[in-house]
């Protein structure tokens, strides 16, 4: 079973890595936010890896730190969720843009997620929450306070919706929710999102 590997980065594809390591090039799949950043070509890479096997296939996972890679193989733990869509997860969500999410019973930031709808992101949402842990989730990403109230939780959904079907990324849209004041009315809200997304 392969947990990591170190090499020289010989190719890139849109979510392919391949790293050749003592003579043998090993295709490896990863997110391309983590391709992106991985370095340039002939660069030494190491990366953390989760070797996946099927009847079929054996498919290798890689991720620039333990913690994703470990935080994958919950994902891939849960009903549901394979190696696809867990991946997916992590293109959209650093690990701690996930835990804070779960903590906050954030849906709206799950439905971000090519492929997931609010019927799914809740099945997620209670069955991760169950099997993570987020006692170290710092609040204060949210804007500063220590606790969320439903009713803020409400106005960020409120404006993901609105940025989505204005036809910003979920990349976009991620960045700038963060950003956002705890509280306020959605529409102030959606405003001041547009505005930082316009000076962007």
């Given at each position: 079973?392969?947990?990591?590997?170190?090499?020289?980065?010989?190719?890139?594809?849109?979510?392919?890595?391949?790293?050749?390591?003592?003579?043998?090039?090993?295709?490896?799949?990863?997110?391309?936010?983590?391709?992106?950043?991985?370095?340039?070509?002939?660069?030494?890479?190491?990366?953390?890896?989760?070797?996946?096997?099927?009847?079929?296939?054996?498919?290798?996972?890689?991720?620039?730190?333990?913690?994703?890679?470990?935080?994958?193989?919950?994902?891939?733990?849960?009903?549901?969720?394979?190696?696809?869509?867990?991946?997916?997860?992590?293109?959209?969500?650093?690990?701690?843009?996930?835990?804070?999410?779960?903590?906050?019973?954030?849906?709206?930031?799950?439905?971000l997620v090519?492929?997931?709808?609010?019927?799914?992101?809740?099945?997620?949402?209670?069955?991760l929450k169950?099997?993570?842990?987020?006692?170290?989730?710092?609040?204060?990403?949210?804007?500063?306070?220590?606790?969320?109230?439903?009713?803020?939780?409400?106005?960020?959904?409120?404006?993901?919706?609105?940025?989505?079907?204005?036809g910003y990324?979920?990349?976009?849209?991620?960045?700038?929710?963060?950003?956002?004041?705890?509280?306020?009315?959605?529409?102030?809200?959606?405003?001041?999102?547009?505005?930082?997304?316009?000076?962007?």
């Amino acid at each position: 079973m392969i947990g990591s590997l170190r090499g020289t980065f010989a190719d890139r594809a849109t979510t392919e890595l391949t790293l050749e390591v003592g003579g043998v090039g090993y295709r490896v799949q990863m997110t391309p936010r983590d391709l992106v950043g991985i370095g340039d070509p002939g660069a030494e890479v190491h990366v953390w890896v989760h070797h996946h096997r099927r009847e079929d296939a054996e498919t290798l996972y890689g991720f620039p730190s333990r913690d994703e890679r470990d935080l994958f193989e919950v994902l891939i733990g849960t009903h549901g969720v394979g190696p696809a869509l867990g991946l997916a997860i992590l293109a959209v969500h650093t690990p701690r843009a996930l835990r804070l999410a779960l903590a906050t019973d954030d849906l709206a930031a799950l439905c971000l997620v090519p492929g997931v709808g609010r019927k799914t992101a809740a099945r997620l949402l209670m069955e991760l929450k169950s099997r993570m842990d987020l006692g170290d989730v710092d609040l204060t990403d949210r804007g500063g306070s220590t606790s969320t109230s439903p009713a803020a939780r409400s106005a960020h959904a409120d404006v993901r919706d609105a940025l989505g079907g204005l036809g910003y990324s979920a990349d976009e849209i991620s960045a700038c929710v963060r950003e956002l004041p705890v509280d306020g009315d959605p529409a102030e809200l959606l405003r001041l999102a547009l505005r930082r997304l316009a000076a962007a």
